[in-house]
C-alpha cells in the first residue's frame, strides 16, 4: 500500500533526473559534433574525374605528398556560400593545397557557381553520384578534411568553416604535421 503512493513522486523524480541531465549535456557548444572514425586512419582511396576536365581522373594517390584540404561543396549547398569567403582567404595564403570535392552537383552548375563566386581551390574533384563519398563519411555539405603528406586524415569539420574555426582547428592542426614531417 505504501509503495503505491511513493510511485507516482519516484516516476517523476526519475523523469525529472532525466530531463536535468539532458539539460546539463545540450550546453556544450559542440554537442552536434560527430567524432569522425576516420580521424588518424588512411583517407579512402578514390578515383574522380576533374571538374574543369572530365577525362582526367585523379586518385587519392595522386595528392599524396604534401598535406592537403578537402573541402565538400556543391552549388545547391547555402552553407557553402557562407563559408566561400573564408575558404577563398584561405586558400589565398597557400599555406596547404585546397582541394574541392564538388558533391552530388551537375557539371554545368558547379561551373557556374565557381564563375559567380570565385575557384579558390588548386583542383576540384567530381564527386556527381556522391559513391565515393560514403567512403569518407560525407554526409552533408559542406564538410572539410586535412590529409597529411602520408594520406592519414588528421582533421574534420562538418559544417561551414568561419575564420575562427580556421585560426583554433585547422591552423593548429596543420601545424601540428607539419612539424612532424
Not at 557539371?107 to 560514403?134: C, M, S, T, Y
Amino acid at each position: 500500500m505504501k509503495l503505491n503512493r511513493w510511485l507516482p513522486l519516484v516516476i517523476f523524480a526519475a523523469l525529472a533526473a532525466l530531463l536535468a541531465a539532458g539539460v546539463w549535456i545540450s550546453r556544450k557548444p559542440d554537442r552536434d559534433a560527430l567524432p569522425s572514425p576516420l580521424i588518424g586512419k588512411a583517407a579512402p582511396q578514390f578515383s574522380l574525374p576533374v571538374l574543369h576536365e572530365p577525362d582526367r581522373i585523379v586518385s587519392l594517390q595522386d595528392l599524396r605528398g604534401t598535406p592537403f584540404v578537402l573541402n565538400v561543396w556543391g552549388s545547391w549547398c547555402v552553407e557553402c556560400r557562407v563559408e566561400h569567403p573564408v575558404l577563398t582567404r584561405f586558400a589565398e595564403s597557400k599555406r596547404v593545397r585546397v582541394v574541392g570535392y564538388n558533391w552530388k552537383d551537375e557539371r554545368a552548375d558547379a561551373l557556374r557557381w565557381l564563375e559567380q563566386f570565385g575557384n579558390p581551390f588548386w583542383l576540384v574533384i567530381a564527386d556527381i553520384e556522391g559513391k565515393n563519398a560514403i567512403d569518407w563519411g560525407i554526409y552533408g555539405a559542406p564538410e572539410t578534411f586535412l590529409v597529411d603528406g602520408n594520406g592519414m586524415i588528421r582533421w574534420k569539420h562538418v559544417g561551414p568553416l568561419s575564420d575562427e574555426i580556421v585560426r583554433k582547428e585547422l591552423l593548429p592542426a596543420l601545424q601540428k604535421i607539419e612539424g612532424a614531417r
